[in-house]
């Protein structure tokens, strides 16, 4: 870093503490973010998305991970999608409360749309990451 690079950066205002809250309203439900800090379009557009992704796998029988040890099987492949499911916020966690779609159902995992449905779910929640990280960016400043 140069000296005057360097000085900018020591002079950079911190972080608002609302962007923080921003941030965690729009992990916590898909969108919320954008609607506070005033983005109607990228709320229903990038929120929107996250829904419709979301209740689309769901509606394919799609799985959701979690880390439980049910018959001994925890592995470390279970740690990325489950870091892939968690970022859908509140859709997960109701469905974790209400136990949608995280049994092993025979009849659900024969179903074609199957994987598919895994795999929006995990889609969901990564681009749910994006949407939060857009509005934290819109609340600090840093795009308009």
Not at 20 to 36: K, M, N, R, S, Y
Not at 62 to 73: A, I, K, M, N, V
Not at 124 to 129: D, E, H, I, S, W
């Amino acid at each position: 870093m140069v000296k005057t690079e360097r000085m900018q950066a020591d002079d950079a205002d911190p972080t608002p503490s609302s962007a923080w809250l921003i941030g965690l309203a729009a992990w916590f439900v898909p969108g919320i973010g954008h609607v506070l800090v005033a983005k109607w379009g990228r709320a229903l557009l990038m929120g929107g998305s996250v829904w419709l992704c979301f209740f689309s796998g769901r509606a394919m029988g799609g799985h959701l991970f979690d880390l439980s040890t049910e018959q001994g099987r925890f592995s470390l492949l279970q740690i990325p999608p489950v870091i892939g499911d968690v970022g859908s916020g509140l859709l997960y966690i109701v469905s974790w409360l209400l136990g949608w779609g995280f049994a092993d159902d025979p009849q659900q995992a024969a179903r074609v749309t199957y994987e598919a449905g895994t795999y929006f779910l995990i889609v969901a929640g990564l681009l749910n990451y994006l949407t939060m990280l857009d509005a934290f960016d819109i609340a600090v400043g840093r795009k308009p």
